[in-house]
């Protein structure tokens, strides 16, 4: 199957610091990625969907400015959680789909830690 | 509005066989899918249905009624490491997923 990587997969920063996770799709051009986060032993969430070259759509209580979204390329997408307090502590998860695949395929996921 | 119900927890003995349901409520459908997750780690893809009836992949097997909004995830001579959590996604007409809350599955010796 397609690959697709997340990094970094570990991440302990301090409050009022800006992070930013990668999301890269290997071997296929990513129309759409979508960004997740999930809180321990919950369902993931979706917090955005992002097509190549245009703005993202965010779900209904996602900040934007807060969780900044980038789509520039057909196989990048970035995520920046900026000015990180200690509740945006969670595992963050990128998947990347086209018209072309039936699945979407997952990267490996990013534990955020806020101290 | 959309919903995708899965039993939270589920048990079972190694080497036997488990049945997971899921039913959906979703605005369209184009598939449901059954994905696998250890905790800590991103999901992996198992299978996917789009038309009724069942597809076998090796140990595990997938179901759909699209009449009657169900599907289960059927896993077959059951190991250790198939202690997991199984969620439950359907794509929507806007083809995006629509996720489970996961059935954590536990398998005891």
């Known amino acids: 199957g397609a690959v697709v990587s997340q990094h970094p997969s570990r991440v302990i920063c301090k409050s009022g610091t800006s992070v930013k996770i990668e999301c890269r799709s290997l071997d296929f051009q990513a129309t759409t990625m979508f960004w997740y986060r999930q809180f321990p032993k919950k369902s993931l969430m979706l917090m955005a969907t992002?097509?190549?070259?245009?703005?993202?759509?965010?779900e209904q209580g996602v900040e934007k400015d807060k969780f900044l979204i980038n789509h520039a390329s057909l196989t990048l997408s970035t995520l920046t959680v900026t000015s990180a307090h200690p509740e945006d502590s969670s595992f963050y998860i990128c998947?990347?789909?086209?018209?072309?695949?039936?699945?979407?395929?997952f990267g490996q996921g990013t534990r955020l830690t806020v101290v | 509005g959309q919903n995708i119900d899965q039993p939270t927890e589920m048990t079972a003995t190694e080497g036997a066989i488990v049945q997971i349901n899921c039913t959906y409520q979703t605005s369209g459908f184009n598939g449901l899918f059954w994905y696998q997750q250890h905790a800590g780690e991103a999901p992996t893809f198992l299978s996917y249905n789009v038309l009724d009836g069942l597809e076998e992949k090796g140990r595990f097997s997938s179901f759909l009624s699209r009449s009657k909004g169900y599907s289960y995830l059927l896993l077959k001579e059951l190991q250790m490491k198939d202690s997991a959590s199984y969620l439950c996604a359907v794509k929507d007409s806007n083809y995006q997923l629509i996720w489970g809350a996961g059935t954590k599955l536990i398998i005891k010796p």
């Open positions: 998947s990347a789909s086209s018209e072309r695949v039936t699945e979407a395929f």
């Open positions: 992002s097509n190549e070259g245009s703005k993202a759509t965010y």
